[in-house]
């Protein structure tokens, strides 16, 4: 079994900074790509920014230049600083990762349980 635990969301005022973490446990041989989600209330669950294992970044328009991606492998670890926060960040964050549980096994894509980060005056 695979979990991913998200932590760091939470309260913060237009233009702040928040920095959220998620760790990866259980049954991992290898971990492809890692990346964050968010959903906003009435919304579609949208990309904010994934990095694959060689360290590739991909960001949704509306982060780049203040969110930052960031892995520690030897952790299972992704990391989302997110500077420069609008009340339109609202949302829940969301990690995913494509995990391979053995040697010549298929990836499998997990979730997180997310965590609410809200951005208001």
């Known amino acids: 079994q695979v979990q991913l635990v998200e932590s760091g969301g939470g309260l913060v005022q237009p233009g702040g900074s928040l920095k959220l973490s998620c760790a990866a446990s259980g049954n991992i041989f290898s971990i492809y790509t890692m990346g964050w989600y968010r959903q906003a209330p009435g919304k579609q669950r949208d990309l904010v920014a994934t990095?694959?294992?060689?360290?590739?970044?991909n960001y949704a328009d509306s982060v780049k230049g203040r969110f930052t991606i960031s892995r520690d492998n030897a952790k299972n670890t992704v990391y989302l600083q997110m500077n420069s926060l609008k009340p339109e960040d609202t949302a829940v964050y969301y990690c995913?990762?494509?995990?391979?549980?053995?040697?010549?096994?298929?990836?499998?894509?997990?979730w997180g349980q997310g965590t609410q980060v809200t951005v208001s005056s």
């Open positions: 990095m694959s294992s060689r360290s590739s970044t």
């Open positions: 995913n990762a494509d995990i391979y549980r053995w040697a010549g096994d298929r990836l499998y894509n997990y």
